[in-house]
């Protein structure tokens, strides 16, 4: 496995400090992201995912903690838009440059618009997908949101 993707390039360009954890990817794991929590032993509510979804027609990305539900309407209200949908795996593929399972909001092809769930900001640190399938980067909540230049909002259910 690399542990050089374009995530990591992008934090290392922007200055961020981060450490890279690695695990098992299980393709055939309900959640994701719960499987990568409890492969690397942390809770899931620091351990964030990345959604890629539709606001008013227009793409976006939403990172949250991985036990939880994104609401469509917060979402939607997030990007003062009113009707929000998950991407399907092929849109968001081709978005973000990565593979579903390995999705990561730094280093996307495309750069859209992104919300880190506030909720998360509380933690002293968070584990993000650093680009590839069975690796994680571990870093400040405060350093993600401002690399990302992202929105912060309540967007769980």
């Not at 008013?56 to 929000?84: I, R, T, Y």
């Not at 795996?89 to 919300?115: C, D, M, N, W």
């Not at 998360?120 to 680009?131: D, F, Q, T, W």
């Amino acid at each position: 496995m690399a542990k050089t993707t374009q995530a990591t390039r992008f934090l290392d360009k922007a200055g961020v400090s981060y450490t890279i954890q690695q695990y098992d990817y299980d393709p055939n794991a309900f959640k994701v992201g719960l499987q990568a929590a409890a492969a690397i032993g942390e809770a899931p509510d620091r351990v964030l995912k990345t959604l890629m979804a539709n606001v008013d027609g227009k793409p976006v990305c939403a990172v949250v903690p991985s036990n939880a539900e994104v609401s469509m309407k917060k979402l939607a209200a997030a990007f003062s838009g009113k009707h929000a949908e998950m991407l399907d795996a092929r849109t968001a593929e081709r978005l973000s440059g990565y593979h579903v399972g390995g999705i990561s909001p730094f280093g996307q092809r495309k750069r859209v618009p992104t919300v880190f769930e506030e909720k998360a900001l509380a933690e002293p640190y968070v584990v993000m997908n650093g680009g590839q399938r069975g690796l994680q980067v571990k870093l400040a909540p405060a350093d993600a949101v401002k690399a990302l230049d992202a929105a912060t909002a309540n967007v769980i259910a």
